[in-house]
Structure formats: C-alpha cells, structure tokens
C-alpha cells in the first residue's frame, strides 16, 4: 500500500463486523459475522427465549439483543433485524425480464400500490428473484418499521437494515462453513470441533444471517431488505476526522495562545525594564539637576566674592594692619572703605599725646600706607558727661589705591 493510499486509510471506517438478529417462535437468535482474512465468517451463535407480552415484545428483542451483544463486547456494532413471519405482506409477481434492479424495485412498489394493500398509508417495498421468472415481493408499513427502530434506538443499538428472509432461504452447515445455493461463508476456527466440523448449528439462525449476509454482501444475490440498494462497507471515519480537526484547531490555538502569552511576558518585562530605565534617568536627571544648581550657587557666590572684592579692595590686610597698631588711650569707632578711595578712620583718643602716638604709628607703616596719614579733623568732645576726649577723623590712602 502506497504513502497516499496508506494515509487514506488512517480516515478511514471499514465495516468488519455485522450482528444479524431474528425472532422465530418466541426464541431470539443473534449471530456475529466478522471480515477475518480476507472473507466474511460467522464468528458467533446465541439464542434465548422471550417471554414478553406480545406489544412488548420488539422492546424486549433489542433490550435482550444489547445484553447479548455486550457478553460478547460488539455493543458498539451495526445490527440488522428480520422481520417475524407475518408482519410483512409478501407475495409473488412477474415482471418484464431484463428489468434493471433499481427499476425492478419501483415495479414492486407500484404492484402494492395497485394491490391496495396499505390503503394509502406509507410503506416500504422490495423484491428478490424466485426463479422461474418470478419475483418475491415484500411491503412493510413504515409505522412498524418506525416502532422497530424507535425500539432498538432506546436499546443504544444501531439498526442498519430490516429484512424479509424467504420461506426457501435455508442455510446448510457444511462441516466448516455455511452455504445457500453457491454463497458460503466460513464458520470461525474457536467454533468448530476437534474433527474441524461445527456440530451446534441451529436452523433458526439462517433467518438472523440472512439480512446481515446480504448488508455486508457476504451473499451476492438481490434480497428484501430495507434500505435496499447499494450498501457502502467503507466511507470516511467522519467522528476520527472531527476528532482529528479538533486536536489541530487546538493546537493552533495552544501555539497562538502561547505566542500571545509569551509577547504579553516579553511586553511586561520590556515595561518594567523601561521604568527602571526611566528611574535611573530620572535619578540622573536629579542629580544633574542639583549639580547644575550647586554649580550655579557657586558661581553666583564666586561672583559675589569677585565682585566684593573689586569693591572693597584688599579689606582683610587693611584690618590686619591696623589691628597691629595698637596704642592706649585710642578707640577707634568707624572706618570707611570702598575701592579706589581712601580709607576714612574715625575715633576716639583720650589724650592728644595718645593721637600723636597713633599718628606716629600709621606713618611708619609706609609698606601699606605709602603716604601717611592726614588728620582731617580734631576737636575735643564731652561724651555722656564722662570727661574730656578727642574725637578725631583721619585719611590714609592704602598701597595699590590712588590717592582722590
């Protein structure tokens, strides 16, 4: 078997078991054909007897029929019922010979109809060869078809066919097969005696092969069963498909869903790594932030200081120089200083030998007061009734200052 045809075959179903099942005589009798190597065989036989009342009895067939199918672990299989004798119409006709089966089978339909033998009610006819040129036709209303298959629904089986086995049809046991005319089938290995022969066979299971046989084809011959028609062994195993569509929908999905989770996961950290990012900018942007403004305050303070200093000149060792003459009786009270003009001193001396001395003083100092000082004012002054003092006010021009 080819790649192609091998795959096909994966979605694929194949019919390989059927369960005839009839009623004869209040006794149901079930019976298993399965496709072992190559042919149909008869793979198992059972019977028990059915006590319901006789509106019951359909219903109790299919619930008996599901217990004997799940013994036997084919619950899952196609059955095909025959009909008990009496509750199809049958009669026999001739028709035109060489009339095609599909047409053979609207003839049938039509013959009942003029026969009048429903009475305008709804029906379902069918018609088999038997010999001599004649044809077997069967009608069943669909009424009792429909209770037959309400029943075996309720029982959880599945009715593939209902069938009219014919008053002739009866199948020999011939040591390990069955036959009818020249259609045989094999009787399963594990059914047979030690000598290789079947010794159990019961007539009453012919009618509960018949219709099985014909569904699966296991005997070629036109037969009265409903559906009648071509019966399709193989197809498409629609439900494996289904399953199979289902797992690859999921699949995708599963590979989509976990796609979107991963971008979602991937997107998250990318955010979280944005705002860490962001934090540390923002830190660094703060912290140039207060950088700048700490640069900018000592610049203005540098340029406070320069701007100070080009005003009062070199104020520091103006003090300091002073601050080393020091001579009693001399308190001085104001000083007056700006760049580029002289420095004003003010004060108080208690004795005008005291002032001399001061004079004296700032005039040896010539490394820093290179012109001396000049006495701009004296006069003697009474303060708070304390004494005499001398209030004194005095010029001096400072090294690196021009004199006004």
Not at 44 to 51: D, P, R
Request: glycine share 8%; proline share 4%.
């Amino acid at each position: 078997m080819s790649g192609w045809d091998g795959f096909r075959e994966k979605w694929r179903r194949h019919v390989t078991r059927v369960a005839g099942v009839a009623l004869r005589d209040n006794m149901l009798h079930v019976v298993g054909l399965e496709w072992r190597d190559e042919a149909w065989e008869a793979s198992f036989f059972c019977h028990v007897m059915l006590q319901a009342p006789e509106e019951e009895l359909v219903q109790d067939l299919a619930e008996k029929t599901a217990c004997l199918l799940a013994q036997k672990g084919w619950e899952q299989e196609r059955v095909v019922f025959a009909l008990p004798e009496g509750m199809a119409t049958v009669f026999e006709e001739s028709f035109p010979p060489g009339t095609e089966p599909e047409e053979l089978q609207e003839m049938a339909r039509y013959e009942v109809e003029a026969r009048g033998l429903f009475s305008g009610s709804t029906f379902r006819a069918a018609c088999a060869p038997a010999g001599d040129g004649l044809q077997i036709v069967a009608a069943v209303a669909e009424s009792q078809l429909a209770s037959i298959y309400e029943a075996f629904l309720s029982a959880d089986l599945e009715l593939w066919g209902v069938a009219v086995p014919p008053e002739n049809f009866s199948l020999l046991c011939e040591g390990d097969a069955l036959s009818w005319g020249e259609e045989k089938f094999k009787i399963a290995p594990q059914l047979l005696g030690e000598d290789g022969t079947f010794h159990g066979w019961d007539e009453g299971a012919s009618a509960a092969i018949y219709g099985a046989a014909l569904m699966v084809q296991a005997i070629h011959q036109p037969g009265l069963v409903f559906p009648f028609g071509a019966v399709q062994l193989s197809g498409w195993a629609c439900g494996r498909i289904a399953l199979a569509a289902c797992a690859v929908v999921f699949v995708v999905l599963a590979t989509l869903t976990s796609w979107d989770a991963y971008a979602y996961f991937t997107a998250q950290k990318d955010v979280r790594q944005a705002r860490s990012d962001l934090a540390m900018l923002y830190g660094d942007t703060q912290h140039m932030e207060e950088e700048r403004e700490e640069k900018s305050w000592v610049e203005q303070h540098d340029a406070a200081l320069r701007k100070l200093t080009e005003e009062a000149g070199p104020a520091p060792a103006v003090l300091a120089h002073l601050g080393r003459l020091s001579v009693d009786g001399i308190c001085l009270g104001k000083l007056d200083f700006s760049a580029g003009k002289p420095l004003i001193l003010e004060g108080e001396a208690v004795t005008f030998d005291a002032l001399a001395e001061y004079l004296q003083g700032l005039s040896q100092d010539t490394a820093f007061f290179p012109n001396g000082p000049q006495l701009r004012d004296s006069s003697r002054s009474d303060k708070n009734g304390d004494g005499e003092t001398i209030h004194f006010s005095l010029e001096l021009d400072v090294m690196g200052k021009e004199a006004p």
